[in-house]
């Protein structure tokens, strides 16, 4: 009897350490789950590599910028901020204003670290009127009391010429509402539209599709704005890199959208570059590019 009671007590014993044992393994394999992150591939996390002085903005940028056109969760924007993107694109019509409340809600606790550009569409018939309450707009939903850059948004000939915009970015940023001025474009004609930004000198900083394959002119266009001090920030690459020559992805080196993305850091002298993020995996994927035009 003695006999089989001791058999029992090991059996049971030996089981429940097992037991134990799977249960701290079980353990140890969340825990290492857990501590890689949302978006996380496995490894320590790349962080961006390179940081460009916008300009003459003085302004310190990370060469891949957050472009916030969809992006409507402030977890994936703050998961880039932690990964060292700071430049965040946003726009008062993108997503119906919620990509500015996306960005506010993590502009709120961590604005010292980023540099935000919003953009509101004006045209010749925009008055001073209408430039300060869209800022104002804008700054509601971005829980902040002033923007780094303020764009015209897709900017177009009247918009350019109209001095009632500009009577108001001075007004703004006389008022510590705004820092910069800016205007975006994606063509058509932007090296012509560009070069009159240019030779004005009354804005600080372009934001334009590089598209060199489109329009050949861009690539000089860009470097008589660098020359001016005008800080210059790329989007929509993709669609011109489709048409150019990327040795990283004919032979094999770099999958597609991370050559296109390198092959634009290296050939725009860009001093940051947009890529549409919307998911974290993302962000782990294209930070890759990060460092590609010191190389």
């Keep these: 009897m003695r006999s089989r009671r001791s058999r029992t007590a090991r059996t049971l014993f030996a089981t429940l350490l097992l037991g134990l044992l799977i249960a701290g393994l079980v353990g140890f394999s969340h825990a290492q789950s857990s501590a890689a992150g949302p978006g996380a591939t496995g490894g320590a996390k790349l962080r961006v590599r390179q940081y460009n002085t916008l300009g003459d903005t003085g302004l310190r940028v990370s060469d891949i910028g957050f472009g916030a056109g969809g992006t409507t969760d402030p977890a994936l924007i703050e998961y880039a901020l932690d990964l060292g993107i ?20 993590v502009a709120a606790r961590r604005r010292d670290e980023m540099i935000i550009c919003t953009k509101l569409i004006m045209d010749g018939e925009t008055t001073q009127e209408d430039v ?32 009632q915009i ?3 970015f001075d007004r703004l940023k006389q008022a510590g509402k ?4 800016g205007v ?13 930004v240019i030779a004005e000198g ?23 704005a660098a020359a001016q001090g005008i800080g210059l920030v790329g989007m929509k690459v993709f669609p011109s890199a489709r048409e150019a020559s990327l040795p ?25 570059v947009l890529v549409s993020l919307n998911m974290m995996d993302q962000v782990d994927e294209y930070i890759v590019a990060s460092g590609a035009a010191a190389e």
């Design 166 to 168: 500009y009577e108001a």
């Design 184 to 196: 975006s474009t994606h063509g058509p004609n932007i090296a012509s539209e560009m070069r009159s």
């Design 248 to 272: 990283e992805f004919e032979s094999g080196a770099q999958p597609f959208h991370l050559a296109a993305l390198r092959w634009a850091l290296q050939e725009s002298g860009m001093h940051t």
């Design 132 to 163: 300060v309450a869209g800022l104002e707009a804008s700054l509601e939903r971005l829980q902040t009391d002033y923007v780094d850059i303020y764009m015209i948004h897709g900017g177009n000939r009247t918009a350019i010429d109209n001095p």
């Design 202 to 224: 009354k804005l600080d900083v372009i934001l334009c599709s590089f598209d060199p394959v489109g329009d050949p002119e861009i690539p000089a266009m860009l470097r008589e």
């Design 86 to 105: 700071n430049y965040f694109d946003t726009a008062a019509n993108y997503a119906g204003g919620q990509s500015e409340v996306a960005v506010g809600q």
């Design 178 to 181: 705004i820092r910069f001025t």
